[in-house]
């Protein structure tokens, strides 16, 4: 996403919907793009011209922040003896959202006394998520990670990139593998691109033994947000002896962390509001 459209995207989010004070995230916007080639080839040993088939097609999408919303794309392109096909789709919820992509890739070779021919497919998607954090979240992040082929090469990503810092906050990637991902992850206030992404090529050859060439890719990520509670400390998602330790063991500073109300001092004042979110 380049500046400018980031900066006037916000200001269209935020004009057309009211926060209240326990907001704890709003999405800017779902943007994404898919693209499948497929070319074949052929050739006869009679005299004939080569045949050349080539084709293409590119889909997005661009959904502006309200809630719930679903954004889809999908996009496919078919030769004689090539493929390839690309969907997205962003769901929002009111605690998070979920993005997906999946994509597939084939080609047929064949050769023989008479004639030959090849076919390739390639296809690149990807979906993403931009949102603004109104403080420090915990952010419950479960994925599925799949890229899967026979002489062909896929590659399916998931990444959390922080647009203030310019810095990828975490990434998870999969290449010819299976991979879930299960994580919690704490991120302060501020802006957050999640995006999922997948790539793959498959190209047939004339060698009898690897003519066909296939990939199957999957991404999907499903995020949850949870604010974090007043009084815990150690940021574990819960408020017990553990965090009542870290704020004596500080009482009297000015600790971030320990100091619960935020008036710059750890005191009795901290321990109440402590015990307020108990549990």
Do not use: C
């Not at 954090?133 to 990503?157: H, K, P, R």
């Not at 998931?158 to 991979?179: G, L, P, Y």
């Not at 940021?235 to 063991?249: C, E, I, M, P, S």
Request: no cysteine; hydrophobic share 40%.
């Amino acid at each position: 996403m380049n500046h400018a459209t980031f900066i006037s995207t916000i200001v269209l989010a935020a004009g057309s919907q009211v926060l209240a004070d326990e907001t704890v995230w709003i999405p800017i916007e779902i943007e994404g793009q898919a693209t499948t080639n497929a070319y074949a080839d052929s050739v006869g040993w009679n005299g004939q011209e080569p045949e050349w088939e080539q084709d293409s097609e590119s889909v997005g999408i661009l959904s502006f922040a309200e809630l719930p919303a679903e954004a889809a794309a999908f996009a496919s392109t078919e030769m004689s003896s090539s493929s390839s096909e690309a969907r997205l789709d962003g769901i929002l919820r009111e605690t998070g959202f979920s993005l997906s992509v999946d994509g597939s890739t084939s080609a047929l070779g064949f050769s023989d006394d008479a004639s030959e021919s090849i076919g390739s497919g390639q296809e690149d998607a990807w979906v993403e998520m931009t949102a603004k954090l109104y403080g420090e979240t915990f952010v419950d992040v479960q994925g599925w990670l799949s890229a899967t082929g026979m002489n062909g090469v896929g590659i399916a990503d998931i990444s959390i990139f922080d647009e203030f810092a310019e810095s990828t906050v975490a990434t998870w990637s999969a290449d010819a593998a299976d991979r879930q991902i299960a994580d919690r992850i704490r991120l302060q206030s501020g802006y957050y691109t999640f995006r999922v992404s997948i790539s793959a090529g498959s190209d047939a050859g004339y060698d009898p033994g690897s003519v066909d060439a296939w990939t199957s890719e999957h991404a999907a990520l499903e995020v949850s947000f949870i604010p974090r509670r007043p009084g815990d400390i150690n940021a574990d998602g819960v408020v017990d002896g553990n965090d009542l330790g870290k704020l004596f063991a500080n009482w009297g500073t000015d600790d971030s962390d320990a100091d619960v109300n935020g008036d710059g001092v750890v005191n009795g004042s901290d321990i109440g509001l402590l015990f307020a979110n108990w549990g």
